[in-house]
């Protein structure tokens, strides 16, 4: 059984930073693609962050420069660390584990992520 487990969410205010940690079970995350997306209220879900099989990674353009993807194969663990928040960071994070070969795609349950002062 596959398990994608989000933590580190919380209330941030403007300027501050969070880790946000996406912890695998029942799959080897450093042969996925693993991503971040987020999912503001009235919006749609969108990509924020990858880091491939190789570890090539890419950004979003609101978070580039201020978000870092990155990946413990130890820990079978990936991380986004994000800085400099801004309100509207303000949303629920999913991570997300994709296999395209194998048409392999699983979520995590989301962790909420709110900037405010």
């Known amino acids: 059984q596959v398990q994608l487990v989000e933590s580190g969410g919380g209330l941030v205010q403007p300027g501050g930073s969070l880790r946000l940690s996406c912890a695998a079970s029942g799959i080897i995350v450093r042969i996925y693609t693993m991503g971040w997306y987020r999912q503001a209220p009235g919006k749609q879900r969108e990509l924020v962050a990858t880091?491939?099989?190789?570890?090539?990674?890419s950004y979003v353009d609101s978070v580039k420069g201020r978000f870092i993807i990155s990946r413990d194969d130890e820990k079978n663990t990936v991380y986004l660390q994000m800085s400099r928040l801004k309100p509207e960071d303000t949303a629920v994070y999913y991570c997300?584990?994709?296999?395209?070969?194998?048409?392999?795609?699983?979520w995590g349950q989301g962790t909420q992520v709110t900037v405010s002062s």
């Open positions: 880091i491939t099989s190789g570890g090539s990674t």
């Open positions: 997300n584990a994709r296999l395209a070969t194998m048409n392999r795609d699983y």
